[in-house]
């Protein structure tokens, strides 16, 4: 019985669609992972502090407006700032393949693009913890002393 | 991040907002650092006055709980919330999607969020939250707002952990059938129609109050005759549940949400139903708490084999459910006798 993993799905910057980051997060949530959801428009200072107070793994960041060059290191940035050295960040969504190594470079581990199975994203997750897909479901239970 | 237990909380208690969070996961995950933890913040608890908003999906209790931290806010008392979501019973995974509501207090040191999934336990709450709820008691903040999962008929666990019961209920729920099923409405402190602009929220108001009929047997038709239908629930001693309406996106009825908990925090101190209230719950949870222990310690002291056995016999009908567990206390009766009354030589 391990850890359960904690991942946030965030939206950072204006645009207003969050279709692609409400399938991501059923999918994680299907795969055993629990999964904060928090909603459109959210700032970067905004997504950190949530990462922050609800002690996350993983944050996944799925942004369509154009503006990841600017926004997704800035959460980075502001993660960092809190302290949160060891969470994971990854990407999703409108994102030029041009741009990747730049925001890889910024501390994004990995950009998925559209069409991504989200047994890729899963297995990623699981792979960057040491962990098998299968043992997600069990983990959790909490343990008696 | 260290992950001793004893560091985390004293930093917690200076204000490491990302020492609290490690530390509400290490009570989360159960296990001997948070038995450490949990002896050692249990001193400082005590202090926070705790509120649980319950109520059927869609009734608006995060939007509430929005609204109430802000109010809280606004007379400058610190406020934690715990939102408690439900874990699939197939995957273990949840989604947590409270926060999606509570966005106005994001940035402000005075507010912290936690979302819990339940991880299998049933009643509205998970297991670690009342454990949660005394952390952020223990660092100091002032109001705790405990929201519930939301299925609306079971989640009476929250009247074990909160001093003042909030049940929410909203237009257009299939409200009549919801306030009739026991359980829910005895646990209300206060009742809130939320959404009270929308159609609909007269009726749920009418419902509500002939439900709880204030003192009045209610007046039905029934067949197209007039027929009294007797009080369900008598009134608790001293305290009528008020009914509020309120609007929680525009803030509506709030100052009187928060008027009425005070009147009920009052009540509780001066009719001496507080005091009473805090000792039945404590005594209830150590009740609980030993029981989980003890079933541990019978786990562990037969043994995964023996129990499995236990249970193909109790499949094929040899032995009634009875005699199994006095089988069971009859084994671990020598463990706990020589350990705790060392018998004289």
């Given amino acids: 019985m391990g ?47 949530a990462a922050l107070q609800e002690d ?50 910024a501390g994004i581990r990995e950009v998925f693009g559209p069409g991504t199975s989200t047994e890729t994203i899963v297995q990623f997750i699981c792979e960057h913890f040491g962990i098998r897909p299968e043992d997600l479901k069990a983990a959790g239970e909490p343990a008696l002393p | 991040m260290t992950r001793d237990p004893i560091t985390l909380f004293e930093r917690a208690r200076a204000g490491d907002r990302r020492a609290l969070a490690r530390l509400l996961s290490l009570l989360e995950e159960g296990g001997e650092a948070a038995v450490q933890l949990s002896a050692r913040l249990f001193p400082h608890t005590g202090n926070a006055y705790v509120i649980g908003i ?4 869609g009734s608006g209790k995060s939007t509430l709980v929005n609204a109430l931290t802000r109010a809280y806010r606004e007379r400058g008392e610190t406020v934690g919330i715990v939102a408690v979501d439900p874990s699939s019973p197939f995957t273990g995974g949840a989604l947590l999607g409270d926060r999606i509501r509570m966005q106005d207090a994001a940035g402000d040191p ?32 002032q109001r705790i707002l405990v929201e519930t999962v939301g299925a609306g008929q079971v989640e009476v666990d929250i009247a074990q952990a909160a001093d003042t019961v909030i049940v929410v209920q909203a237009p257009g729920l299939g409200d009549d059938i919801q306030a009739i099923k026991a359980g829910i409405l005895e646990i209300a402190d206060i009742l809130v129609v939320n959404k009270a602009d929308r159609e609909g929220a007269a009726a749920t108001l009418h419902i509500l109050r002939s439900m709880l009929s204030l003192g009045q047997p ?16 008598p009134s608790r001693e001293g305290w009528t549940p008020p009914i509020l309406q309120t609007v929680a996106t525009s803030g509506k009825g709030i100052p009187e949400l928060v008027e009425a908990i005070e009147r009920h925090r009052a009540y509780l101190e001066e009719s001496g139903e507080g005091e009473a209230r805090r000792r039945r719950r404590i005594a ?13 310690r019978v786990v562990h002291q037969v043994g ?15 032995i009634d459910l009875h005699t199994a567990v006095e089988r069971l206390l009859e084994e671990i009766q020598p463990c706990i006798e020589e350990r705790d009354f060392p018998r004289e030589a």
């Avoid at chain 2, 319950?54 to 999906?57: F, N």
Wanted: a positive charge; charged letters at 30%; zero cysteines.
């Fill in chain 1, 3 to 49: 850890r359960k993993i904690r991942v946030l799905i965030a939206k950072p910057g204006l645009d207003g669609h969050d279709r692609g980051a409400k399938v991501i997060a059923r999918a994680l949530r299907d795969a055993g992972f629990e999964v904060i959801y928090t909603g459109l428009r959210q700032t970067p200072e905004m997504i950190a502090e």
């Fill in chain 2, 54 to 57: 319950t109520g059927p999906p």
């Fill in chain 2, 284 to 296: 209830e949870e150590l009740a609980a708490l030993t029981r989980e222990r003890l079933w541990a």
């Fill in chain 2, 218 to 233: 209610a007046v039905v038709r029934h067949h197209g005759q007039a027929m009294a239908i007797q009080r369900v629930e």
């Fill in chain 2, 110 to 141: 005075g507010v912290f969020i936690r979302s819990m999934a339940t991880r299998g336990s049933l009643g509205g709450l998970a297991r670690a939250t009342r454990e949660i709820i005394r952390a952020l008691d223990a660092v100091g903040f």
């Fill in chain 1, 56 to 105: 996350v793994d993983v944050v996944g960041l799925s942004i369509l407006s154009g503006a990841h060059m600017t926004l997704l290191p800035r959460v980075v940035e502001e993660l960092r700032k809190r302290g949160l050295d060891d969470v994971l960040v990854i990407a999703g969504g409108i994102i030029p393949e041009e741009d990747i190594p730049a925001l890889k470079a």
């Fill in chain 2, 304 to 318: 995964r084999a023996r129990l499995d056995g236990l249970v193909d016999q109790l499949l094929r009908r040899e």
